[in-house]
């Protein structure tokens, strides 16, 4: 659980953390530590969440469902990128011209 322990800094940035889980994903990113590893490719991840996602792969498991036209996803961020096609949104806008995508 993501529970707060106060103040957690990190030594290496100088930069405090309320949540001490939140200090430990920076740290394993300033050591290279990644403790889950996938049983089928052995694929390793820095964080338990990546390592479901990327475990979606292997399963074929989709479950985030478009409810505008059903199409299915592995993980939220790619159901919200395609939900923008539905929308006709185009959230960025290029800085050098008027171009949006």
Same mark, same amino acid.
């Given at each position: +659980?993501?529970?707060?322990?106060?103040?957690?800094?990190?030594?290496?940035?100088?930069? +405090?953390?309320?949540?001490? !889980?939140?200090?430990?994903?920076?740290? /394993?990113?300033?050591?290279?530590?990644k403790?889950?590893?996938?049983?089928? @490719?052995?694929? #390793?991840?820095?964080?338990?969440?990546?390592?479901?996602?990327?475990? /979606?792969?292997?399963?074929? &498991?989709?479950?985030? !469902?478009?409810?505008?036209?059903?199409? +299915?996803?592995? @993980? #939220?961020?790619?159901?919200?990128?395609?939900q923008? #096609?539905? #929308?006709? &949104?185009?959230?960025? !806008?290029?800085?050098? @011209?008027?171009? +949006?995508?």
């Open positions: +659980a993501n529970t707060p322990w106060g103040k957690n800094l990190c030594s290496q940035i100088d930069k +405090a953390y309320f949540y001490k !889980q939140d200090l430990i994903k920076l740290i /394993r990113t300033h050591t290279g530590n403790p889950y590893q996938c049983s089928k @490719c052995d694929k #390793t991840f820095s964080q338990y969440s990546k390592h479901i996602i990327h475990q /979606r792969i292997h399963t074929g &498991e989709k479950p985030y !469902q478009c409810s505008q036209c059903g199409n +299915a996803f592995s @993980c #939220t961020q790619n159901l919200i990128k395609h923008i #096609t539905h #929308t006709g &949104e185009k959230p960025y !806008q290029y800085s050098q @011209c008027d171009k +949006a995508f």
